[in-house]
């Protein structure tokens, strides 16, 4: 919004002209029985821009602000009069909002909550992961792979890929396509042992490269893989993983507690 391309509006509404300096105990404006003072010319500011903040500052500028203010109240002043506010549009129109904003404000609330645990749980060094700790695991893990994975939602058509598969290991694509309901990211990527499924890793990590491997159950589905790289990393480039790994790490044991605390139970679907 700027304001002096808006000086151009047609609107001059009586009682609107000031002589002086605003004055917040003074009358802004009004419209019928409603008025517009100088709080509501100053609640509006911090929503402006930093350039028409400065210019509403000004006579010229004010005088502007109180025009737009007095052109909404005008236009909401005969919508209410004519039923538009009660009208059924209306109401839905705003009781969906509601539902959006109280959506955003929720998921605002949770990720907040989430995101203080964390801090506190940072804080009291509970997450805190040492040089020695990074150097036993990088002597145990100084390596990445790459694997590819076919994800299905159930047991029989998984073995039916897998067998295809290692019939026919030039199939991938083509299974992949027809079958995998594995997102984007994971059809093809590279890990450190700890940066995925652990079942997942230790079937990558003692396979030849090249051959289909499954099919294994997860959270995530019926998993087929296979590996098609392996490469081992410098402590540079490995460092910062192992310690994001080993930080993950803690904050699962502390979850795992949690659960026995809390009485945990998660039930699982049969197939």
């Given at each position: 919004m700027k304001y002096p391309f808006l000086l151009l509006l047609p609107l001059v509404l009586a009682g609107c002209q000031q002589d002086s300096a605003p004055t917040r105990a003074l009358p802004a404006a009004r419209i019928g029985k409603q008025t517009i003072t100088e709080q509501d010319i100053n609640d509006r500011l911090p929503?402006?821009?930093?350039e028409d903040r400065e210019f509403?500052?000004?006579?010229l500028g004010h005088q502007n602000l109180v025009q737009i203010i007095t052109r909404e109240k005008l236009i909401a002043a005969d919508a209410r009069a004519t039923g538009i506010a009660d009208s059924d549009e209306y109401r839905s129109l705003l009781a969906d909002k509601r539902a959006q904003l109280d959506q955003i404000y929720n998921e605002f609330a949770a990720d907040t909550l989430e995101?203080?645990?964390?801090?506190?749980l940072e804080e009291s060094g509970s997450l805190a992961v040492s040089n020695s700790e990074v150097d036993d695991?990088?002597?145990k893990y100084p390596y990445e792979m790459t694997i590819k994975q076919i994800i299905v939602d159930?047991?029989?058509?998984a073995d039916q890929v897998l067998r295809t598969l290692k019939a026919y290991p030039s199939r991938w694509k083509e299974m992949e396509r027809q079958y995998s309901t594995a997102p984007e990211a994971l059809k093809q990527f590279s890990f450190m042992p700890g940066e995925y499924l652990d079942n997942i890793a230790v079937i990558a990590a003692n396979s030849p490269s090249g051959k289909p491997q499954g099919f294994f159950k997860t959270a995530q589905g019926f998993h087929i893989i296979m590996k098609t790289g392996e490469r081992r990393l410098s402590k540079k480039d490995a460092e910062p993983r192992i310690r994001e790994v080993l930080k993950n790490k803690k904050t699962d044991d502390v979850l795992d507690s949690l659960k026995n605390k809390y009485e945990v139970v998660i039930y699982e679907k049969s197939e």
């Open positions: 929503f402006l821009s930093a509403a500052k000004t006579p995101r203080l645990w964390y801090h506190k695991y990088f002597k159930n047991a029989q058509t």
